[in-house]
């Protein structure tokens, strides 16, 4: 799978490179050809240089999320926009007729089955995460849950799940994440689509951790094959609901990518779901709500403890209507 690993590194190389292409500001050159530059040029150069590294720095190491600006969260959206539209393009000539005539001349039961089959060809590598995350018991009943499925299906169907054993979908940039590295600023890697430069050092590591790279060993046109098979069943999945996207595609997908991404690493470490996305400005209209409950209730209460024989007449009011 020589092809494999030369595919993976040239994604790794691109989601690495993506800064410098993406700067839009133009690059200072030094001219070679000048011998007599003097030394003031040198350091001016070197100083330029080094607060461009530290600006390319600053931009790698963010932790994207859907609530933060575009500036923070997508440094590099001018290069992302153009690579989403080859990605769009593709889609439209390519990927989604495929997926259409998928749905239609392949029956439902057969694409389940196959999607069970590959489910649980990643489980071993879904246990593998698990343990590196400290979470042993997930792994064991991850391992479980995979010995059923083999034994009694060949993992074309999932009686495990009606034993209680679940699913937990595991890749080594979730890892990464669960150990609090950054997953860096959005960006759209091609053909792929949406990503970050964490989840793209992941996406390399996996793929040396699927078992079809090592049961397909030199069959090369079989290991595509399946690969592509897996794509265009992949895009099946979202024909009906596609059409839930309106407006600017780009950055709903993008804001939807970053928030499932930070659920699924919060969701791993215990993080209370109602918690998850909470603005600081949510939480100041919360507090201001608060006060002013507790502040109403304050006044209701002066207002009856100064005018206690206002109640009384209401009270004998009522019972002479009585």
């Known amino acids: 799978m020589r092809h494999t690993s030369f595919l993976y590194a040239g994604l790794l190389s691109f989601a690495v490179t993506v800064p410098a292409f993406a700067n839009d500001e133009p690059a200072i050159e030094a001219d070679n050809s000048s011998e007599s530059a003097n030394k003031s040029k040198t350091q001016q150069l070197a100083h330029t240089a080094m607060v461009k590294s530290s600006e390319v720095a600053k931009k790698l190491s963010i932790n994207a999320n859907a609530a933060q600006s575009d500036e923070d969260k997508d440094p590099f959206q001018p290069l992302n926009r153009q690579v989403y539209a080859f990605n769009d393009y593709l889609d439209t000539h390519v990927a989604r007729p495929l997926a259409i005539q998928y749905v239609k001349k392949t029956p439902q039961d057969m694409r389940e089955s196959y999607r069970s ?24 009943k991850t391992l479980g849950r995979f010995t059923v499925n083999t034994l009694t299906t060949l993992g074309f169907a999932d009686p495990a799940s009606r034993l209680g054993l679940t699913s937990e979908d595991e890749n080594f940039g979730a890892t990464l994440g669960y150990y609090g590295i950054p997953s860096g600023p959005y960006i759209v890697l091609p053909v792929l689509g949406p990503s970050t430069i964490r989840q793209s050092i992941g996406l390399a590591v996996d793929s040396q951790g699927r078992p079809q790279k090592y049961m397909l060993d030199g069959h090369d046109a079989a290991y595509w094959s399946e690969q592509a098979l897996r794509g265009i069943d992949a895009r099946s999945q979202l024909l009906d609901i596609e059409g839930a996207l309106q407006g600017d595609r780009y950055s709903q997908i993008r804001d939807f990518y970053l928030q499932r991404l930070s659920y699924s690493i919060a969701e791993k470490k215990g993080i209370a779901e109602e918690n998850l996305f909470i603005s600081d400005d949510d ?38 209507v009585n």
């Open 117 to 140: 089959f590959r489910k649980n060809l990643g489980e071993p590598w879904n246990a593998f995460n698990q343990l590196i995350q400290g979470r042993p018991s997930r792994a064991a």
């Open 283 to 320: 939480e100041t209209f919360e507090d201001d709500e608060d006060n002013s409950t507790d502040t109403s209730t304050d006044d209701s209460t002066n207002e009856s403890t100064e005018n206690p024989d206002d109640n009384i007449d209401d009270e004998t009011d009522t019972d002479i």
